[in-house]
């Protein structure tokens, strides 16, 4: 079966980095994206990007492009094939980055949307 | 861009709960729903504006009219309650609706 499963939680300062990790099993994984969506407390889900697995082309949400410092993304997104694993990588950490952040699969989200989703991982930053 | 729902949908057990979501030229666009239980992840319950994964029940059932979707469920149970996310694009980037509160009394 489908599952996919994430990285516990973490506690991190304003200003640091964390990555998140989602392992996906129960399919072929190039055949397929991973998509990220987050989750603030009491709020709505906030896409954050896609990646496609076979060729590595990413897709990242615009609001989360134009944060960062010096004007670069604060957000990649990276795979391992050989582990079938995901990665989501947001740096320069603010305290309203404080959400449960989902990994989840997709064939193209524009169309077919996110099918499987991971347990969450909950993200809180604060000093 | 931005995607419109009500905040909250109330229904009695075993009536029809319908939920809209409107956007500009949606209707050029496919929408996806999710329900989401609390403390659980999101489910897919529509994608491709009509269509349902395996595993829905027939009950769950989308429509798309001119620049708005509606997620009709019919015969609501009281395990139907939940927040209910519509999900479409625009400029090649997803975005969610800002959720509907799906009361079942």
């Known amino acids: 079966q489908v599952q996919l499963v994430q990285s516990g939680a973490e506690v991190k300062k304003p200003g640091a980095s964390v990555n998140v990790s989602c392992k996906a099993s129960?399919?072929?994984?190039?055949?397929?994206?991973i998509g990220w969506v987050r989750q603030a407390p009491g709020q709505g889900l906030e896409y954050m990007g896609w990646?496609?697995?076979?060729?590595?082309?990413?897709?990242?949400?615009?609001?989360?492009?134009s944060y960062a410092l010096n004007f670069q993304g604060r957000v990649t997104m990276t795979t391992d094939t050989s582990t079938t694993t995901a990665y989501m990588e947001l740096r320069s950490l603010r305290s309203d980055d404080t959400a449960v952040y989902y990994c989840?699969?997709?064939?193209?989200?524009?169309?077919?949307?996110?099918?499987?989703w991971g347990q969450g991982t909950l993200v809180t930053v604060s000093s | 861009y931005e995607l419109t729902q009500p905040p909250s949908v109330s229904v009695s057990p075993g009536q029809t709960a319908s939920i809209t979501c409107s956007g500009d030229?949606?209707?050029?666009?496919?929408t996806c729903w999710y329900l989401q239980k609390p403390g659980q992840s999101p489910v897919l319950v529509i994608y491709?504006?009509?269509k349902r994964p395996s595993g829905i029940p027939e009950r769950f059932s989308g429509s798309i009219s001119g620049n708005t979707a509606t997620l009709t469920i019919r015969g609501t149970q009281a395990m139907d309650a939940a927040d209910y996310y519509c999900q479409a694009w625009d400029s090649r980037n997803v975005v969610f609706g800002g959720g509907t509160k799906l009361t079942v009394l």
């Open positions: 990646i496609s697995i076979l060729n590595a082309n990413t897709n990242y949400a615009q609001k989360l492009q």
């Open positions: 989840a699969r997709t064939a193209n989200p524009l169309v077919t949307g996110f099918d499987y």
């Open positions: 030229k949606l209707g050029d666009k496919y």
């Open positions: 129960g399919y072929t994984f190039t055949t397929y994206g």
């Open positions: 491709e504006d009509t």
